[in-house]
């Protein structure tokens, strides 16, 4: 048996984790494994295959990122390149990825991606190829498993730097203003704001009024807590207005989002009059060394998705939904997302800890 590797689309902390654990799965069933580089990019033309013995993946568990690279300008369905007048248009490369994907003796292909990648393996298993899925982002949006890898580290990492954040937003007494990724979902800012005492969290989930973010500020004031940390979902929005965009669309990508931190900001500063800060914690939330949660679960995955393999279980996403990891039909969550949901015993905690959710 020969398997391949895709981690198209964002990194996430424990996709190293994930590798190993499929490769020195497979070795141990005296099955190869190939590392596609740069998410399809390996398969189309672009510098190509790693063989991925025991050695090449030693000592690689604890490290962010993933040694195989990766772009989220990859998608084959929708592959990005320049026409004759020098604009960038999509073309369809799926039949190309699949004679090379059999050129190459290739198997089985197993997928570590979020949403976007998901999807990709769900079409290339419906155009035949033999595909297992594994959830990875640091949003943990994906629907059918209770984590993805990635989740854990970021949230960490989001938590250490609003506990930094307090000291000085307290000295200076201030208002804090701090942007989390996680696209469309709140997760990371529900969960970090909840685990480091902010006292005002947004997330796109529930649209916020303003004013009612700056009652919180003035009641704070009023109680003699002259400071605020105000924590903000990249795609918070208001309840009048829509998510705050970086950057539109180009081809092969998909919208940047940002900027809502210092627009929310800007506005608690006029309305209140409080001096105030903001910060878009961005990529650090993607790096680094993953927990060990992110550690284990990432080597569970691995190994389960070469068992699943093994088993001929095929367009199938393997999911954690303690006590057991499971397997999930693809169609099942291709095109949907995961989002907070607002009666979850986390949002009451934040309330019933007199956070203010901005409704
Ligand atoms: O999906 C993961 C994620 O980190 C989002 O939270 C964020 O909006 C996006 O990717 C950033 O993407 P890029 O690395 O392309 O800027």
């Known amino acids: 048996m020969r398997i391949a590797i895709s981690t198209g689309g964002g990194d996430a902390p424990g996709l190293n984790a994930v590798i190993r654990a499929i490769v020195l799965s497979a070795h141990t069933r005296g099955w190869q494994t190939y590392g596609i580089r740069r998410g399809y990019g390996g398969l189309l033309g672009d510098d190509g295959i790693m063989t991925l013995t025991p050695e090449k993946v030693r000592g690689i ?3 962010g990122g993933t040694i195989l690279g990766t772009t989220n300008r990859g998608n084959p369905f929708r592959w990005v390149v320049r026409d004759a007048s020098g604009n960038d248009v999509e073309v369809d490369r799926s039949d190309e990825l699949i004679a090379a994907f059999s050129a190459s003796g290739f198997d089985a292909l197993i997928t570590i991606g979020g949403d976007g990648s998901l999807k990709i393996g769900y079409d290339l ?4 190829l033999m595909v297992v899925g594994v959830p990875k982002t640091i949003d943990n949006d994906v629907p059918g498993t209770l984590a993805t890898f990635g989740f854990d580290t970021a949230v960490a990492t989001a938590t250490d730097a ?3 954040l307090h000291s000085t937003t307290e000295s200076h007494e201030r208002v804090m203003v701090v942007e989390l ?12 704001g909840i685990a480091a005492s902010a006292d005002v969290i947004l997330i796109p989930e529930i649209p916020f009024d303003i004013e009612k973010v700056c009652d919180k500020v003035r009641a704070r004031e009023q109680a003699g807590r002259h400071f605020s940390m105000v924590v903000v979902g990249e795609g ?6 829509g998510i705050v965009l970086l950057e539109r669309r180009a081809a092969g990508t998909v919208d940047r989002l940002g900027g809502i931190g210092s627009l929310v900001a800007r506005a608690i500063s006029e309305r209140t009059g409080k001096e105030t800060r903001s910060l878009v914690l961005g990529h650090l939330q993607r790096g680094g060394s993953p927990t060990t949660f992110d550690r284990l679960l990432g080597l569970r995955f691995g190994a389960a998705a070469v068992r699943a393999v093994a088993d001929g279980a095929f367009g199938v996403m393997i999911g954690y939904n303690p006590p057991v990891i499971n397997r999930v039909p693809m169609e099942q969550v291709i095109g949907k997302s995961k989002h907070v949901p607002l009666d979850s015993d986390t949002v009451l905690t ?3 800890l007199g956070i203010s959710l901005g409704d």
């Open 61 to 63: 568990t604890h490290l």
């Open 125 to 128: 298993w419906r155009k035949g």
């Open 162 to 164: 609003i506990d930094k």
């Open 181 to 192: 990724m996680g696209r469309d979902a709140g997760w990371i800012a529900l969960h970090s």
């Open 236 to 241: 918070a929005r208001p309840h009048d207005g």
């Open 350 to 352: 934040a309330r019933e």
